[in-house]
């Protein structure tokens, strides 16, 4: 759900002055160096008299776009090397967030990768669900979009903001400047958890985010991850073999009818799509939970009750298992890479005033689809690493593990 949209003004807030010194260092006994300021809870306000990404601040161009038809869909991760080896091998640095989602690359310039590298950049998005660089300076919109367009058809947003600047309206613009009115009001942690415009009828596969101006360190506005695989391996072997026979209805009409409201222009008319409750990615093989609380409305054919308690289940299991989740902390000109088909992702809000201005690019992948022949991430990790089966035996007891 987009934020509201309000022209900044030139507000005063207060500012902290820190050392730019080494991080964490206090100047030594009689130097000249600057007396470290810290203010709890207090980072310094940017201001933006002279914005350089003006052309990318959002609007909503009213017009009428036809209802999307089937596209083809080849995955370039299916042609990445199993070791990344193209991509990596000019990395200075690679780490994963923790062992289900997650990895940040050092060293690596997203504007200029060869194909070779973009197919393993597609492949290690599918296994690890996202993937993270840091100041992206010369990854501007253009690149950014040109890479998105490798991976398959971009995708056209029905309500969100797009650029000011004319011909990029495959772009979705994330934006909250100095005067927007805080939202978390509004919506339930839970339902904020979603993943992108899964009630199309062909969901996006991989997304990048790229933050253009966003909160200093300790500033807020962090992005939280959550990994479906692993949300799935979470669920006891009857539970999954019980989702894997149901399908659920994914709607825009809620977004619609919240655009509407808001007197902004809906570019497409709303749709309802039917997908799996489990379905399979075809680079991994593996199979995922694919629910999302911002647009699975019902399960299909079963009693309502049955129905809400299920969707009531599945909140819980993606919002609140801490294992499959990884948190970004964001700096200018980062970019998050993450396969839309296998994690749900949430915004955090609490960084006012800071604005934080972002732009999103993703392309539209297959139809979703279950493969009965699917394999589990859990499992295939643990065997590959030799590690013991997981106990989802909940009657035994236990110790609480702090």
């Given at each position: 759900?987009?934020?509201?949209?309000?022209?900044?003004?030139?507000?005063?807030?207060?500012?902290?002055?820190?050392?730019?010194?080494?991080?964490?260092?206090?100047?030594?006994?009689?130097?000249?160096?600057?007396?470290?300021?810290?203010?709890?809870?207090?980072?310094?306000?940017?201001?933006?008299?002279?914005?350089?990404?003006?052309?990318?601040?959002?609007?909503?161009?009213?017009?009428?776009?036809?209802?999307?038809?089937?596209?083809?869909?080849?995955?370039?991760?299916?042609?990445?090397?199993?070791?990344?080896?193209?991509?990596?091998?000019?990395?200075?640095?690679?780490?994963?967030?923790?062992?289900?989602?997650?990895?940040?690359?050092?060293?690596?310039?997203?504007?200029?990768?060869?194909?070779?590298?973009?197919?393993?950049?597609?492949?290690?998005?599918?296994?690890?669900?996202?993937?993270?660089?840091?100041?992206?300076?010369?990854?501007?919109?253009?690149?950014?979009?040109?890479?998105?367009?490798?991976?398959?058809?971009?995708?056209?947003?029905?309500?969100?903001?797009?650029?000011?600047?004319?011909?990029?309206?495959?772009?979705?613009?994330?934006?909250?400047?100095?005067?927007?009115?805080d939202q978390r009001a509004m919506f339930t942690p839970t339902f904020l958890w979603h993943s992108?415009?899964?009630?199309?009828?062909?969901?996006?596969?991989?997304?990048?985010?790229?933050?253009?101006?966003?909160?200093?360190?300790?500033?807020?506005?962090?992005?939280?991850?959550?990994?479906?695989?692993?949300?799935?391996?979470?669920?006891?072997?009857?539970?999954?073999?019980?989702?894997?026979?149901?399908?659920?209805?994914?709607?825009?009409?809620?977004?619609?009818?919240?655009?509407?409201?808001?007197?902004?222009?809906?570019?497409?008319?709303?749709?309802?799509?039917?997908?799996?409750?489990?379905?399979?990615?075809?680079?991994?093989?593996?199979?995922?939970?694919?629910?999302?609380?911002?647009?699975?409305?019902?399960?299909?054919?079963?009693?309502?009750?049955?129905?809400?308690?299920?969707?009531?289940y599945l909140m819980e299991v993606i919002s609140t298992t801490q294992e499959l989740h990884c948190?970004?902390?964001?700096?200018?000109?980062?970019?998050?890479?993450?396969?839309?088909?296998?994690?749900?992702?949430?915004?955090?809000?609490?960084?006012?005033?800071?604005?934080?201005?972002?732009?999103?690019?993703?392309?539209?992948?297959?139809?979703?689809?279950?493969?009965?022949?699917?394999?589990?991430?859990?499992?295939?990790?643990?065997?590959?690493?030799?590690?013991?089966?997981?106990?989802?035996?909940?009657?035994?007891?236990?110790?609480?593990?702090?």
């Open positions: 759900m987009a934020p509201s949209l309000e022209e900044p003004t030139n507000v005063p807030h207060p500012t902290v002055v820190v050392n730019k010194g080494k991080q964490g260092s206090l100047p030594l006994k009689g130097s000249n160096a600057p007396a470290l300021q810290y203010e709890p809870g207090r980072t310094v306000i940017e201001s933006h008299g002279q914005y350089s990404h003006e052309d990318l601040k959002p609007r909503f161009p009213v017009v009428h776009w036809p209802e999307l038809k089937e596209v083809p869909y080849h995955d370039k991760g299916l042609q990445g090397d199993k070791d990344f080896k193209n991509l990596l091998g000019g990395a200075s640095d690679v780490f994963d967030y923790n062992p289900k989602i997650g990895t940040e690359i050092h060293g690596v310039r997203l504007a200029h990768l060869t194909d070779a590298q973009k197919n393993d950049l597609a492949r290690l998005i599918a296994e690890r669900g996202v993937v993270f660089f840091r100041d992206q300076d010369d990854f501007d919109i253009d690149a950014q979009r040109e890479l998105g367009a490798y991976f398959g058809t971009l995708h056209k947003h029905a309500t969100t903001s797009v650029p000011k600047r004319e011909g990029l309206e495959d772009v979705h613009v994330v934006y909250t400047d100095e005067k927007t009115t992108d415009v899964t009630y199309e009828m062909q969901p996006p596969s991989y997304t990048s985010l790229k933050v253009l101006t966003g909160p200093p360190r300790g500033g807020g506005g962090d992005t939280l991850w959550a990994s479906q695989y692993a949300a799935y391996d979470a669920l006891s072997p009857y539970m999954q073999k019980y989702l894997e026979s149901l399908t659920a209805l994914h709607s825009a009409e809620m977004q619609a009818q919240g655009s509407q409201a808001a007197g902004r222009p809906v570019r497409r008319d709303p749709v309802v799509n039917e997908h799996p409750l489990i379905r399979t990615n075809p680079v991994t093989g593996w199979k995922s939970l694919f629910f999302n609380p911002g647009f699975v409305t019902k399960i299909v054919g079963i009693p309502k009750t049955e129905s809400d308690a299920i969707i009531r948190r970004f902390q964001w700096n200018k000109n980062d970019v998050a890479f993450w396969d839309n088909r296998s994690t749900n992702h949430s915004a955090s809000y609490g960084f006012a005033p800071h604005r934080r201005h972002a732009v999103r690019v993703c392309c539209q992948g297959e139809r979703p689809v279950l493969d009965p022949n699917g394999t589990s991430q859990e499992e295939e990790i643990n065997k590959r690493y030799g590690l013991p089966t997981v106990n989802k035996d909940g009657s035994k007891q236990s110790n609480y593990n702090d």
